[in-house]
C-alpha cells in the first residue's frame, strides 16, 4: 500500500493526533455531546459474545465504552500509527490493534461476527468505495452484522477540505452497501 497516495487523498490524521492527542476521548461542546451518543449507540449493538473488527478504530473510544465479557473478543484497525498508540494508551484492557487501511484487512474470510466503522466511511474516496465494502463483507461470517454511521451530507460538506469528494447521498450509501452484499 502507498501510504504517501492515501495521505493526499485523505484527513492526515496523523498530524491530528500529534496535534490533538486523543481528540475523539477529548471532544468537548457539541462535538463531546455527538460522538458520545454515536459511540454509546454503536457500543450497544454489539452483542455479548463474537469476534468484533472495529474498523478505523483511531483511539479505541468505541472500546473503551462497550462492556466487558468473556466471550466477546475486540480487534481495531486503523492507518494512523498515532491513533493506535492512543487506543493503546487510553484501553481499561488490551485488545489487538493492527495497522491496516480499510480496503487491505490481514484477516482470514469470516474472521468477524460483527464489524463496526463510525464515522469513517466518508473518508475514503468514492471510487474505492465498493472496493472497500467488499473487503469487509470477506471478512465478515455469515449472518453476521455491519454496524456503520456516516455522517449526513451537510456536516460532510461543511468539514470536508478542498480536493476531498463529495459526501455519498444517503440513498447512494444505501445503494452501495446493499450492493456489497450487506
Known sequence: VDYRVLRRAMKDFEQAYREKGPYHHGARGFSAWWLGDN????????????RVLDIAC???????????????????IDRSHAGLQWARQRSPRPWPLVEAT????????????VLVCSL??????QEKVGEV????????????????????????????RPGED?????????DRVAGAGF
Not at 139 to 159: A, C, D, F, M
Open 133 to 160: 465494502l467488499s473487503a469487509w463483507k470477506r471478512l465478515l461470517r455469515s449472518g453476521g452484522r455491519l454496524l456503520l454511521t456516516y455522517p449526513n451530507i451537510i456536516t460532510h460538506q461543511y468539514l470536508r
Open 39 to 50: 459511540y454509546r449507540l454503536l457500543a450497544s449493538r454489539i452483542p455479548p459474545t463474537g
Open 58 to 76: 483511531g483511539d479505541g473510544r468505541l472500546f473503551c465504552l462497550s462492556r466487558p465479557s468473556p466471550g466477546l473478543r475486540w480487534f481495531g
Open 120 to 125: 469513517s466511511l466518508q473518508y475514503v474516496r
Open 166 to 174: 463529495e459526501a455519498l447521498s444517503w440513498e447512494e450509501l444505501r
Open 102 to 113: 480499510m480496503e487491505h484487512l490481514p484477516f482470514r474470510d469470516g474472521a468477524f461476527d
